[in-house]
């Protein structure tokens, strides 16, 4: 009797252990099947997680690659500035000297035009006097051909008067002349006669 009191207690015990194992079986099932789940869940956001990561690492290299482009770019218009600038230095160092030289002509060119119009400037004094002794001379013709005129008129005048006293001269000549005529003629006239008588006294 002892030892089947004994026998009862420990298959007790070991049916309370067994339930034990059983209650934490169904634990550790339960845990399992919630770590399963857990673990699907977390592939499931690992795989999420490596798409977007894959999709980053395309838009990544998408703009490395732009990137470049831009740096290409950049450095290919640094290239291009740096060689306008030169040209843009140059072009205005030759502008420079094109003014200064420019500058220079014009400096020389008014020196010039100043020794040009002060030449012009005495020219044109030189010119007056000449102008003003040419005008007295003038004046001075003028005087003459006014005296000459003058002259002229008397001259004009006495010719008429002369012309008159030859004409009147000549009028007497002429009638002398038929004076002489007639007394030649009378004087012929008496000769004749007086033949005439001569004869007749014979």
Do not use: F, P, W
């Amino acid at each position: 009797s002892t030892t089947s009191d004994s026998n009862a207690e420990e298959l007790a015990a070991a049916r309370v252990e067994l339930q034990t194992y059983k209650t934490d079986l169904h634990n550790a099932q339960n845990n399992v099947a919630t770590l399963k789940q857990s673990l699907s869940e977390s592939e499931e956001k690992v795989k999420a997680l490596n798409e977007q990561l894959e999709s980053h690492q395309q838009e990544m290299t998408k703009v490395q690659t732009e990137l470049q482009v831009v740096k290409s770019t950049l450095e290919k218009n640094r290239a291009q500035m740096r060689a306008q600038v030169e040209t843009a230095e140059k072009e205005y160092q030759e502008c420079v000297a094109e003014a200064q030289s420019l500058a220079a002509k014009q400096t020389q060119m008014a020196l010039e035009y100043n020794q040009e119009l002060r030449k012009l400037q005495d020219n044109e004094e030189e010119l007056k006097v000449k102008l003003e002794e040419e005008k007295m001379k003038y004046q001075e013709l003028e005087l003459e051909n006014k005296g000459l005129k003058s002259k002229s008129d008397e001259h004009i005048k006495n010719e008429k008067t002369l012309n008159e006293r030859i004409n009147n001269l000549e009028q007497k000549k002429k009638k002398k002349k038929k004076i002489k005529k007639k007394k030649k003629k009378l004087k012929k006239k008496k000769k004749k006669k007086k033949k005439k008588k001569v004869h007749c006294v014979d």
